[in-house]
């Protein structure tokens, strides 16, 4: 009933309004008026009718709003008469044309007019459902991470596709994180996005994700997607807890290569999958993160003369690295001499010697006489339990060493301070030396940016190179001191850096000279007597006589700082051959302890109570060595 009359207002307001008439509004408009009895009167676009498919006012308001072009709540249809009438015209249902309301529904669907989602906005605004149907759930996805492989990145992203819904259309989705491969998510729509980003998830290899999907009839698939299992680990894995080799710790061998192996190593999620290594002088490098191997052996390249270690690191099969590395060593290598030659020193630095530097390298440019050096220890020196503190003098070298007088002395100073000891055993402080203005070398190129930080990013000198360094105008008047870090390369030679300065000529002078040792080292130089120079400027040359490597030089123009200064009392120095040779070490006297290739001398002193915030150590040696031809 309400269909039969319901459709002839929908016509004759909608035939009116093709013609451009109206009852009401001249010349065209949407009202229908009754004009025989009076009793509707209603406007097709605004009539607040009661919803349903038993209404006649909805019937017609329907009718009209998949006519016209005006777009009102889910109407965005404007499909002119021509499908309409097609539908009325042409559709039969058994035997008959359109009765009701929902017959039009089926007859627009059959005659192919689709719109079905616009159609179902629009039948819904009026009050009658025609989506029972749940939609698809999603086809396929994509994300982050993969099935069954193992991540260290706790959060998932995940993306899908191929939800569908023949009617209404999709509206969204309900989705889980959990542990169970069957989860059904409830009817909560949690997005309407196709993508989304797991909370961050506990380590486990059993996670999935559910996803389920709802229409705008708020009609919910009854099943779901499952997605997983995905592997989560962020724990990193152990490293090796034990190892052997084909050399002593703390021995001395010809053999130049070293075979390691180790064992120990776990995971107890993704498990190890490899190991990163390294073969350095220093004892607590780290290995980056590349894996050098899966097996759990090696043997290292050929290495040259000195103190080496073997640092171990291991990644598990979800690419976490243990943050530190278990370090082996020192293995002491001594195949006969390859430059940068002399005897080394060892700190104890609380668990093992820690090779630090070569010692009486003046020698090397001098010859004939003992020496005597002073050395800044660049490595850590610790207490032993005796509270003593150890220094350890091995030789790796083609080389005799002789060795007269030794000292270690403690310097205790402010935190902010910074101490070092120059060439002819002045020590001296520094706080924060200046970069040069310039630093042009022979080549007339600037090479400031090498000398201006310890980076790493060195300037390397030859015999007979220099570079002309200009400080500008910097006030020095409570002092001026040159501090520079200073190496070897691999092949070094025995000779000196000129440190220089111009006279009145414009001639350069030289004022002092600096040996780099074998491994990095900080060297400083008081130029308060020869700064300004004689022209007034802030100007100092460095000539090289060999190659030396350069990684940084400042001009330090803070005052002298207090310091403490306070020798260490001899306790021992026993020698790994020749026993007890303490007395041979306590003075100046020209009585020696020797050291041949493989052999060492373990030291001992007594130091004072600290007293100051920090605290330096500097070495005293004095001796010679000659290489060994026979």
Same mark, same amino acid.
């Given at each position: 009933m309400a269909f039969s009359e319901g459709w002839p207002t929908f016509w004759g307001v909608a035939a009116n309004f093709e013609m451009g008439y109206g009852d009401t509004l001249y010349p065209q408009d949407t009202w229908y008026r009754d004009h025989v009895?009076?009793?509707?009167?209603?406007?097709?676009?605004? =009539?607040?009718?009661?919803?349903?498919? #038993? &209404?006649?006012?909805?019937?017609?308001?329907l009718l009209w709003d998949i006519y016209d072009f005006h777009?009102?709540?889910? #109407?965005?249809?404007?499909?002119?008469?021509?499908?309409?009438?097609?539908?009325?015209?042409?559709?039969?249902?058994?035997?008959?044309?359109?009765?009701?309301?929902?017959?039009?529904?089926?007859?627009?669907?059959?005659?192919? +007019?689709?719109?079905?989602?616009?159609?179902?906005?629009?039948?819904?605004?009026?009050?009658?459902?025609? =989506?029972?149907?749940?939609?698809? /759930?999603?086809?396929?996805?994509?994300?982050s991470h993969s099935v069954s492989v193992w991540s260290n990145d706790n959060t998932i992203y995940i993306y899908w596709w191929g939800a569908s819904d023949d009617i209404s259309g999709v509206h969204g989705y309900s989705f889980v994180w959990d542990t169970s491969s069957t989860t059904l998510p409830d009817t909560t729509m949690d997005t309407i996005s196709i993508s989304t980003i797991s909370p961050p998830l506990a380590d486990g290899n059993s996670w999935y994700f559910h996803i389920r999907t709802v =229409?705008?009839?708020? /009609?919910?698939?009854?099943?779901?997607?499952?997605?997983?299992?995905?592997?989560i680990d962020t724990a990193p894995p152990s490293n090796p807890t034990g190892w052997s080799s084909s050399h002593t710790v703390g021995g001395?061998?010809?053999?130049?290569?070293? =075979?390691?192996? +180790?064992? @120990?190593?776990?995971?107890?999620?993704? !498990? &190890?999958?490899?190991?990163?290594?390294? +073969?350095?002088? *220093?004892?607590?490098t780290i290995p980056d993160t590349t894996v050098d191997t899966t097996g759990t052996s090696t043997t290292s390249p050929p290495l040259s003369n000195g103190g080496w270690y073997f640092h171990i690191r291991t990644r598990d099969n979800a690419g976490n690295w243990n943050p530190n590395a278990l370090h082996i060593g020192p293995f002491y290598i001594s195949t006969g001499g390859d430059g940068g030659g002399c005897p080394y020193v060892s700190t104890w630095d609380g668990d093992k010697y820690v090779l630090d530097n070569n010692l009486l390298a003046t020698f090397e440019s001098l010859g004939g006489a003992d020496v005597t050096d002073y050395y800044l220890l660049q490595q850590m020196l610790a207490q032993r339990e005796d509270g003593s503190y150890s220094l350890l003098l091995s030789e790796f070298e083609n080389e005799h060493d002789f060795f007269d007088h030794v000292q270690l002395i403690a310097v205790d100073h402010v935190s902010d301070v910074n101490v070092a000891v120059s060439p002819c055993g002045e020590i001296l402080t520094y706080t924060n030396p200046s970069p040069t203005v310039s630093a042009i070398d022979d080549?007339?190129?600037? &090479?400031?940016?090498?000398?201006? *930080?310890?980076? @790493?990013?060195?300037?390397?000198?030859? /015999?007979? *190179?220099?570079? #002309?360094? /200009?400080?500008?105008?910097?006030?020095?008047?409570? !002092?001026?001191?040159?501090?520079m870090r200073a190496d070897l390369p691999p092949e070094a030679e025995k000779w000196s850096i000129h440190i220089q300065v111009q006279d009145s000529q414009s001639s350069w002078n030289t004022v002092a000279t600096v040996i780099p040792r074998v491994y990095w080292s900080t060297e400083i130089i008081n130029m308060t007597k020869h700064l300004p120079d004689a022209k007034g400027n802030l100007?100092?040359?460095?000539?090289?006589?060999?190659?030396?490597?350069i990684d940084f030089v400042g001009l330090d123009t803070s005052p002298q700082a207090t310091i403490l &200064?306070?020798?260490?009392?001899?306790?021992?120095?026993?020698?790994?051959v020749g026993g007890d040779v303490t007395t041979k070490l306590l003075y100046s006297d020209e009585i020696y302890a020797g050291l041949v290739p493989g052999e060492n001398i373990q030291l001992a002193f007594a130091l004072p109570e600290q007293t100051m915030e920090a605290r330096t150590y500097i070495i005293t040696v004095e001796g010679h060595y000659y290489t060994i031809t026979a």
């Open positions: 009895d009076q009793i509707i009167n209603h406007d097709l676009e605004t =009539d607040p009718h009661a919803p349903g498919d #038993d &209404v006649e006012g909805a019937i017609a308001c777009s009102d709540g889910r #109407d965005s249809l404007g499909a002119t008469m021509i499908p309409i009438w097609d539908v009325f015209r042409n559709y039969l249902t058994g035997g008959h044309h359109v009765y009701d309301i929902h017959e039009f529904w089926d007859g627009w669907l059959a005659r192919g +007019w689709d719109f079905a989602q616009l159609i179902w906005g629009i039948y819904l605004d009026h009050g009658i459902q025609k =989506d029972f149907t749940p939609p698809s /759930n999603p086809t396929g996805w994509s994300g =229409d705008y009839a708020d /009609n919910w698939n009854l099943g779901a997607l499952h997605v997983g299992p995905f592997y001395t061998s010809s053999d130049n290569t070293i =075979d390691m192996s +180790w064992w @120990g190593a776990s995971d107890s999620l993704s !498990g &190890v999958y490899g190991y990163s290594y390294a +073969w350095t002088t *220093s004892s607590s080549n007339h190129r600037n &090479v400031k940016r090498l000398l201006s *930080s310890i980076d @790493g990013n060195y300037y390397e000198g030859y /015999n007979g *190179s220099y570079i #002309d360094l /200009n400080f500008g105008d910097l006030d020095v008047s409570q !002092g001026a001191k040159l501090v100007k100092v040359r460095l000539y090289f006589t060999a190659n030396y490597k &200064v306070q020798e260490g009392e001899f306790v021992s120095a026993i020698h790994s």
